[in-house]
């Protein structure tokens, strides 16, 4: 009996790469509306390496971040893992007080040019997709099970005739990976990327070599709303035209909960 059962949900699961995909931005959608009921933790920290690939220099950064009035604030909580001095605090929190007076006092023009943003937010996202649905030969490598939930895991491989040259476009012909959509929700829940030719970011000229590589996870919280979870870079490249960099970055975001009247502001001395 097992064995038809599966195959019946095997049989509703989509085979189309590019469909899959697709879906992406519809899902994306939904989901930004839900995810800005939710505040939560990020802890950045910059790996800074020697021409050997040895850390020399660790910096941290831990942030609390809250959608307040429409858009994120991120007030800072700890340095290099160590609570900020009672100074540093009060300065942080002194910040956020008048950032969200002044987020109140908006007027509606105000309140309208941020719908209109983040009405373009998920425009460009949309775009996004499109775009990589146009720059890559996408594959269905399979059906693999992550965090117990079923995902496509679709590989993602330049076209060889397409030469965007408008970033952020431009820099997908310089990345291949792969990417796990959830089988039941269509959320991106990891993605999987190497450089593999070099590209330049910004007029500094950051450039990104080869060998570059760039991950990013989403986690599924409170079986409403997928939240970011981790993201790691390791990139060995060039700002401007003498400065080597080589570091590794990693952010990871925790302690989700959903934001109501009743939330607070947590004290330095709680963030673990």
Do not use: H
């Not at 802890?43 to 429409?70: A, H, M, N, P, Y």
């Amino acid at each position: 009996m097992l064995v038809p059962i599966f195959l019946l949900l095997a049989a509703d699961r989509l085979t189309d790469p590019v469909e899959i995909v697709q879906k992406l931005a519809t899902a994306d959608r939904r989901n930004r509306e839900v995810a800005r009921q939710y505040t939560f933790i990020s802890r950045s920290e910059d790996r800074e390496l020697d021409d050997r690939g040895k850390v020399k220099k660790t910096e941290s950064t831990t942030e609390e971040v809250t959608f307040l009035q429409g858009r994120y604030y991120a007030r800072k909580v700890a340095k290099n893992d160590k609570p900020l001095s009672a100074a540093e605090a009060a300065k942080e929190e002194e910040k956020f007080r008048k950032e969200a007076a002044k987020r109140e006092r908006e007027s509606r023009d105000e309140s309208a040019k941020l719908a209109r943003e983040q009405a373009r937010e998920r425009e460009e996202f949309r775009k996004l997709i499109d775009e990589i649905v146009k720059a890559y030969e996408l594959k269905l490598e399979g059906v693999e099970s992550k965090d117990q939930r079923e995902v496509y895991r679709i590989s993602a491989t330049p076209r060889r005739d397409y030469n965007r040259r408008m970033p952020p476009y431009s820099v997908l012909k310089s990345l291949q990976g792969n990417m796990w959509i959830d089988c039941e929700e269509f959320q991106l829940v990891k993605v999987e990327a190497d450089v593999i030719r070099n590209f330049s970011l910004g007029l500094v000229l950051a450039r990104i070599s080869a060998g570059t590589r760039l991950s990013f996870e989403q986690a599924r919280v409170n079986g409403e709303v997928w939240l970011p979870k981790f993201a790691a870079a390791k990139i060995d490249g060039r700002l401007g035209v003498f400065k080597k960099v080589r570091e590794e970055l990693e952010t990871t975001w925790k302690d989700f909960r959903k934001f109501s009247t009743e939330s607070r502001i947590l004290e330095t001395s709680e963030i673990k």
